[in-house]
């Protein structure tokens, strides 16, 4: 008798059960949640997957457009049923006349909108009941113009302000906006100067993180623009500045962390711009982990307040970058006791470092400094010399790292400066010596 052979679909079902549309069973709350995380138009296009999905996405609490036309964007805020927007998002928008640009925001604005994100590709000017928004948390805006200096401002929930190609169009807009914002913690100023302004003046007692990104578009021009930073509250920095011809701060007493470049492209502002850098540091002084790039070199004998001149202590600095003239690099050994990493570099380009001795050993290296790190070393008299220094002076350096440009350096002239600097004395002798 022939055996029945077993059902192979029977068998191929219990191996693969039918598939469970999870996604379906959830309550229409959840599910639109997870449509508020795609863009507008994904989340418009699943209105097509079945009856009950044709509206859930006007329960969505985010507006998210992306380069889409100005008719399908009037569409879907006519359907848009939201009345409270965690989000509305802009960019890229073609074809909008300026009467249709205010509407949406006044649209998100009376629907009690938290975070607002314009970003278009010509300048736009904002309709004015965006300053007086009780609910926004989080505002960032793209090439508009306007910011008002005088009308009335009242900005009470706003944390987190981000300028980016913004014109101001006179000085006291920015302090004036900024001071109608009473719970303010981050702030970003990233653009190309516009002539009209003159100085950037940035007070407020509550902002906790501060961005700040100037540049200007052209060359050749005459620089007339300041910055002066008061904000006591601040605890993370980052500047980086192209174009100012002075940089001012109130003392920074809650700065942790700080990363600045500053770089002088115009003839004639020269040593007073590194005078105002010069002091400008010195508000830094409680930080703890500090990066400084400059690409400003003076002679020795210029008429300038000498950085290897110390002015301030940073008691809190543990960790320190730079990338300057050398002799910011004597003003910190000598300010900073409690230092333990040391990341320095040539100012690219130069031939000289600059560097002078001090006077005395510094604290830092008879106590704590435990890793030192050479960049782009160019085994020049005054690069050995300075290499030599550290390792005969840090007491308890555990590591020091030297990296030569490869396009610089030949096998034998590598192998030359490593056997130079090996021989040198060593006043840890727990020290490793890495040469790359």
Known sequence: MEKTKPCTSTKRQKQNPPSVDRLSGLPDAVICQILSFLPTKRSVATSILAKRWRFLWTHVPNLDFDGENHNIINRVIMLHKVQSLTTFRLRYTYNCEDYEFETWITIAIARNVQNLDIRLDYQFMLPRCLFTCKTLVNLTLHNCVCIPSSDAVSLPSLKKLGFYSVRYQVDEALPHLLSCCPVLEELIIDGIVDTDLFCYDIFSPTIKVLNVFLFYHRFGYDPNVEIKINAPALRYLQLRDYVCKQI??????????????????????????????????????????????????????????????????FDNLTKLELVVDWRFFTKFLESADNLEILVIRKVDGSKKCNWVKPKQVPTCLLSHLRTVRIDHFGSTKHELKLVKYLLKNAKVLKRMEVYSPKHEFDFKAKFDALRKISLFQRGSEACELAFH
């Open 248 to 313: 001012s701060a109130q003392m920074l007493t809650s700065l942790i962390q700080a990363n600045i470049v500053c770089c002088c492209f115009h003839d004639g502002e020269h040593d007073y711009y590194f005078q105002s850098v010069v002091k400008f540091i010195d508000s830094l002084c409680n930080v703890k982990y500090l990066k400084l790039r400059s690409d400003m070199e003076l002679e020795p004998d210029g008429d300038f307040a000498d950085p290897s001149e110390c002015i301030r202590r």
